[in-house]
C-alpha cells in the first residue's frame, strides 16, 4: 500500500537555526500537506501544496512540492521555541481519497 | 465556532472489552474521519463517513467499527481490544469532497487497554 516516509525521525536544533525536513512516497501524489502536532492536541494544517515544482510560503515555512511528485520539503527559517512539536507530510491523490500520513519529524528548540 | 470535540479524552479499558469513542464535527461539516495515532507510527486512516454512509475503510480488522448519527456526529467501536489497540484516536472533520486541506482535527481521545 502506499506508504510515506518522513526524515530526520527527530531533530534537537538552537533556537534561530533553519530546520529542513523532507518525505519520500512510494506513489505519486496530487496534494502534498503539511500539518504541525503540539503535545495534547491534533494536528493543525500549515501549508498545502497542489502542483508539481509548487513551492508556497506561510511565514518562515516554506514547502515545495517535488517534481516527481513523490516528495515534498519543508524549512522552517530562524526557530522559536514554539515551532517545537511533531511535523507531519501527508498525500492525498483525490479530494474523495484517504490522507495518507507519514510517521513525523518531532521538532525539539533549545533556547 | 466550536472546533471538533471528542470524548472522552481519556479511556481505560481491559483486554477484550469493548470501547465507545465519540465525535462532534465542526458545524456544517457532514465528513468525519477517524485516524489511529500509535506511538511513532503517524496516523493511521481508519474509516471515513458521510451523510451517514461509510464512504472509506483502512487496512483495519473488523472489530473496528463506527457509524455516523443524522446530526453527522460519530461513533468509533473498538470490540475485543487488545493490548495493541493502546493509541491516540484522532477525528477530523470537512465539508463532503474537501481534501485533507480542509480537515480539522480533535484533540483525540487515549485509549490505553490493560
Known amino acids: 500500500g502506499q506508504q510515506l516516509n518522513q526524515s530526520p525521525q527527530s531533530m534537537f536544533i538552537q533556537e534561530g537555526e533553519d530546520v529542513s525536513m523532507n518525505c519520500t512516497s512510494s506513489s505519486i501524489f496530487n496534494t ?6 503540539d503535545p495534547g492536541e491534533g494536528p493543525v494544517l500549515l501549508i498545502a501544496l497542489y502542483k508539481a515544482g509548487e ?3 506561510n511565514g518562515r515555512l516554506t514547502a515545495q512540492f517535488g517534481i516527481t511528485r513523490k516528495d515534498s520539503f519543508l524549512n522552517i527559517s530562524a526557530s522559536i521555541p514554539s515551532d517545537v512539536g511533531i511535523y507531519f507530510c501527508a498525500g492525498q491523490e483525490t479530494s ?9 519529524t518531532s521538532l525539539s528548540v533549545i533556547p | 465556532e466550536a472546533g471538533v470535540t471528542q470524548s472522552p479524552t481519556h479511556l481505560i479499558k481491559t483486554r477484550g472489552q469493548q470501547a465507545t469513542l465519540r465525535c462532534s464535527p465542526i458545524s456544517g ?7 489511529q495515532q500509535a506511538l511513532g507510527l503517524g496516523l493511521q486512516f481508519l474509516l471515513w463517513y458521510d451523510e ?8 483495519f480488522p473488523p472489530r473496528f467499527s463506527g ?13 475485543a481490544l487488545e493490548l495493541e489497540d ?9 465539508a463532503i469532497g474537501t481534501g485533507g486541506d480542509g480537515y480539522t482535527f480533535g484533540s483525540g481521545t487515549r485509549l490505553t487497554v490493560v
Open chain 2, 29 to 35: 461539516h457532514t465528513s468525519v474521519y477517524w485516524y
Open chain 1, 32 to 37: 502534498w500537506l503539511w500539518y504541525k502536532q
Open chain 1, 55 to 57: 513551492l508556497t510560503s
Open chain 2, 52 to 59: 451517514g454512509e461509510e464512504r472509506n475503510r483502512g487496512n
Open chain 2, 67 to 79: 457509524r455516523q448519527f443524522p446530526n453527522y456526529s460519530s461513533e468509533l467501536n473498538v470490540n
Open chain 1, 96 to 104: 474523495y481519497d484517504k490522507v495518507i500520513f507519514g510517521p513525523g
Open chain 2, 86 to 94: 493502546s493509541a491516540l484516536y484522532l477525528c477530523a472533520s470537512s
